[in-house]
């Protein structure tokens, strides 16, 4: 049982750099989105997806796109990684949406952006 | 704005003891309460889901209760184990239209053999 699957485990990238964290469920679920965790800031929603071909904002979409072709793939990219962006970064997944439904996480990418 | 408070932030007991984690939010209007587990260098896992209208669920060990009028949700934790050690979260969905989760920071627990 693979649930949510995100790569890389860790990245270290210079400042200005582009990259892409890659997520990837084989639940079929409809419901897909991107956290963030800081130190004493929890956790923050950056994009979230409630189908293929719909995205949409969260509270800290700065800096990060995504895209949403497949229902199986919800990558983000960091277009001009700052200081700003090292963090640990979380995929979820949910069937019924993030409304009532249970979240489902992958272990997380460890960014630092030197 | 809803706002979402765990205290204490760490909590260390011995093997054995029933515990209590607390989660406070401040607007009673809320859709769901989650609770989470996060084990170090890990991802998060569901442990529990309250809808607003219900008071409780229990898992196994696990029971958290909701009291929407008070702000409060108890996260208790029945013969703790050390297996049980890690951050524990809880997150609500306000009512309303911008049903996004607001998340706690979290109780870090520690429970000594």
């Known amino acids: 049982n693979a649930g949510v699957t995100q790569t890389p485990k860790f990245q270290v990238l210079k400042t200005g750099q582009s990259m892409t964290l890659q997520c990837a469920q084989d639940m079929n679920h409809e419901y897909m989105s991107w956290y963030r965790q800081d130190p004493g800031m929890g956790l923050r929603l950056i994009h979230y997806s409630v189908g293929a071909g719909i995205t949409d904002q969260g509270e800290v979409p700065n800096g990060y796109n995504v895209s949403r072709s497949t229902t199986e793939d919800f990558p983000l990219r960091l277009l001009s990684a700052a200081p700003s962006q090292t963090s640990v970064y979380f995929c979820a997944s949910s069937s019924t949406g993030h409304l009532t439904g249970e979240l489902f996480f992958g272990e997380g990418s460890r960014l630092t952006v030197l | ?113």
Do not use: H, M
């Open chain 2, 1 to 113: 704005k809803q706002e979402v408070t765990q205290i204490p932030a760490a909590l260390s007991v011995p093997e054995g003891e029933n515990l209590v984690l607390n989660c406070s939010f401040t607007d009673s209007a809320i859709y769901n309460l989650q609770w989470f587990r996060q084990d170090p260098g890990k991802g998060l896992t569901s442990l529990l889901l309250i809808q607003s209208s219900q008071r409780e669920q229990t898992s196994g060990r696990l029971n958290a209760s909701l009291d929407k009028s008070s702000g409060r949700s108890t996260l208790y934790i029945a013969a703790s184990q050390p297996g049980d050690s890690a951050t524990y979260l809880c997150a609500v969905i306000p009512a309303g239209n911008n049903r996004k989760l607001i998340w706690g920071l979290g109780t870090s627990l520690a429970v000594n053999p």
